[in-house]
């Protein structure tokens, strides 16, 4: 296979804890590690939302609660619970109980619509949905938090548990159905390991939705540390910066479209606040524009802007600090010890530096190890794994990416397929066939944007009142992110001869227009 890069902790190029193996999995049941922090510090903030903050002895206490609540409905040991919740302190406390029965965390968004909700339940088989009492589904035992846990219930702590797996998110598949990604890591968490450079007792800001990987995993793990989070529920730019001001918010992780949305705020609101608390700015999930990058360097310096390229699936990693960027401009990082990184070509082989391929990754502790699917298979050539991402190494083992995924689209830091979207498209009783594909968006780094080839009975209606008929039908069926922002219509197939969806020559045929 040629020579792959394998970066060890005595030549990784940046702070020691960079070097963490993400996860520290002998350590204590996570389901304690409230009751840990409460016996040490039982009166520091762990979580405040609003004008609510809950310590530690608080935060124990409600999750012991809860989580006698899900077991008086059959919760157990590894049993699924999906979590459909918006962002606040009933999911924090959701999530502890769950690991507290030793179960695990199935993590959904709770503006699915019913139909993509049912898909998902049906290919997990939760024992409790915990949601909002309007989200109920019938056949499916459910906790509504909006409904006060019985007061009557116990706080105290319950027997230690362990879950096998400490999480499993959910992700649109490449086939237009869902996938669930359950990952191998039993839910122990060392308390003196924070995730990415986290420390004790720092505040922390929770700007993204916890039904994202990134979000829900870093959020957490802070917690296992000791850390306070701030969470702001939806993004907000300036309640963004508020908030860092106001807590002296120390470590935060941002997509780009944040970022840009930041950076978009008037020079004198954006520089009215004081970030000097701010150790640590994480990016991830989507590129980041150079020229936006640069732009927050020049602002907050290199030392604190990190970025992280990697999958829910945690078969590898890169990281890279600002001052590497600079010597380094539009790389991602090296791989991370743990793991090692190949680029190949389409015939399987190394490409040289330079060359653009395939990115896959190999786990140390080998193939299937740190993950495993439900509803797909995963992208293999031999042991190595891929997230279908294209990019290239230079000769220094530095990752660029060319493409986030020839068919993923990433709007906003989530993931799309496209093949979801046409499905749901195509059900449309007016639509003959559709292609779904990326293009470049200012705020969002790429926006939705479906080519629909109407029905022969459908071809003489008015394409303004058909675009409309289209985004209704969609409303119910896909959450808001996955809808297309711009439609247009195409008498032309979508096919090739040999049947295949050329996604890329139809967004190649679309640039010129819309890159000017």
Not at 62 to 65: K, L, Q, V, Y
Not at 127 to 131: A, F, M, N, S, T
């Given at each position: 296979m040629g020579t792959s890069y394998n970066r060890r902790m005595s030549t990784f190029p940046a702070h020691e804890w960079v070097n963490t193996v993400l996860?520290?999995?002998?350590g204590i049941p996570m389901?304690?590690?409230?009751?840990w922090h409460a016996a040490r510090t039982p009166r520091r903030a762990a979580i405040t939302e609003g004008d609510l903050t809950v310590d530690w002895t608080g935060l124990e206490a409600?999750?012991?609660?809860r989580a006698r609540a899900l077991q008086a409905l059959g919760v157990g040991q590894d049993d699924f619970v999906t979590i459909a919740l918006p962002n606040?302190?009933?999911f924090y406390e959701t999530a502890f109980a769950v690991w507290k029965l030793g179960a695990v965390p199935?993590?959904?968004s709770p503006k699915l619509p019913a139909a993509e909700l049912d898909a998902i339940l049906e290919l997990v088989r939760p024992?409790?949905?915990?949601?909002l009492r309007a989200a109920a589904r019938p056949g499916v035992p459910v906790h509504a938090v909006d409904e006060p846990v019985d007061a009557s219930l116990s706080a105290e702590p319950l027997p230690e548990r362990v879950s096998t797996y400490w999480k499993a998110l959910a992700s649109g598949g490449s086939t237009g159905r869902p996938k669930i990604i359950v990952d191998h890591m039993p839910s122990r968490w060392d308390p003196a390991?924070?995730?990415l450079g986290q420390q004790a007792g720092w505040t922390v800001l929770s700007p993204g939705p916890l039904y994202h990987n990134a979000p829900f995993s870093f959020m957490h793990c802070a917690l296992f540390a000791g850390c306070h989070v701030i969470e702001m529920g939806r993004f907000d730019a300036l309640r963004a910066l508020e908030l860092i001001e106001k807590h002296r918010v120390q470590w935060v992780n941002f997509v780009p479209t944040m970022m840009h949305r930041i950076w978009r705020l008037p020079d004198e609101q954006r520089n009215a606040f004081d970030l000097s608390s701010l150790e640590i700015v994480f990016h991830m999930a989507s590129a980041c524009p150079v020229w936006l990058k640069e732009r927050w360097i020049e602002w907050l310096g290199?030392?604190?802007i990190w970025e992280l390229y990697g999958g829910t699936e945690r078969q590898g990693r890169t990281v890279l600090s600002g001052v590497e960027w600079l010597q380094h401009k539009g790389s991602v990082g090296r791989v991370s010890p743990g793991a090692r990184l190949v680029v190949l070509d389409e015939q399987g082989r190394e490409c040289p530096p330079g060359e653009i391929g395939e990115i896959y990754f190999l786990p140390d502790t080998g193939r299937n190890s740190t993950y495993h699917y439900l509803g797909a298979e995963a992208r293999a050539h031999g042991e190595w794994e891929s997230l279908g991402d294209l990019g290239h190494l230079d000769a220094d083992g530095y990752l660029y990416l060319s493409d986030r995924r020839t068919d993923l689209v990433i709007s906003g830091g989530a993931n799309i397929y496209p093949a979801e979207v046409e499905a749901a498209i195509d059900a449309h009783p007016q639509v003959q066939t559709s292609a779904v594909i990326g293009l470049p968006d200012d705020d969002l780094g790429q926006r939705v944007h479906a080519i629909v080839q109407p029905a022969a009975d459908a071809l003489g209606t008015d394409e303004d009142a058909l675009r409309a008929s289209i985004l209704d039908f969609l409303a119910t069926r896909l959450v808001r992110y996955k809808i297309p922002r711009s439609i247009e219509f195409s008498s032309e197939p979508m096919r090739d001869d040999a049947g295949k969806m050329r996604r890329a020559a139809l967004r190649a045929a679309r640039l010129p227009r819309t890159e000017t």
């Open positions: 996860p520290a999995s002998d389901g304690l590690l409230p009751a409600r999750a012991n609660r606040s302190v009933a199935n993590v959904v024992r409790v949905l915990v949601c390991a924070g995730a290199p030392q604190r």
